[in-house]
């Protein structure tokens, strides 16, 4: 028996509204599930997938590896207790550097440690402005974002810090 699979992703509760599914392209709601208190959604590319007795033929696993590969690349892991992840959007025309979160918080935080030590007067003022807190949030928690990620990336494993607390 031939059969398709894709990926599905539930949204949090407060993410799942017309307004934010229609920011994401390339997803569907899938009706399989009730989506009232929140959003399930499938990507729409599907890959072949045939395993009987639980052990898949070769071709699922090009497949499956294939479709990983194709993929993979717009979600983003987030540092928590929970397994959260981002949805990378496609779909911004502002000129986002279109690179993954490790050398993005790399270079933030290369230039933060250079506004520390030669220009602390401007990273001051950005601290005591009203997204003062988001810096401050960002510098807490991103190197612990960051090892999290580089030791996931490096060995495929899933690494979390035992008793997180927010």
């Keep these: 028996m031939r059969r398709?699979?894709?990926?599905e992703v539930k949204l949090?509760?407060?993410y799942s509204t017309n307004q934010?599914?229609?920011k994401i392209t390339g997803f569907g709601i899938d009706h399989y599930y009730e989506n009232t208190d929140f959003?399930?959604?499938r990507l729409n590319k599907k890959f072949y997938w045939n395993a009987p007795r639980n052990n898949p033929d070769m071709k699922s696993v090009r497949e499956f590896k294939r479709y990983y590969e194709n993929h993979?690349?717009?979600f983003r892991y987030i540092y928590s207790a929970n397994k959260l992840w981002y949805i990378k959007r496609k779909n911004l025309q502002n000129n986002l550097i279109d690179r993954g979160t490790l050398p993005l918080?790399?270079?933030?935080?290369h230039r933060l440690s250079e506004m520390s030590r030669y220009d602390p007067n401007t990273l001051e003022k950005h601290l005591e402005k009203s997204y003062g807190w988001l810096l401050s949030e960002f510098i807490t928690k991103s190197i612990y974002q960051f090892?999290?990620?580089i030791s996931s990336e490096i060995t495929g494993d899933d690494f979390r810090i035992t008793g997180f607390r927010t």
């Design 4 to 7: 398709y699979r894709c990926f």
């Design 12 to 14: 949090e509760p407060s």
């Design 20 to 22: 934010e599914f229609a």
């Design 39 to 41: 959003y399930t959604l």
């Design 72 to 74: 993979r690349k717009r």
């Design 105 to 109: 918080t790399f270079a933030a935080m």
């Design 147 to 149: 090892i999290d990620m």
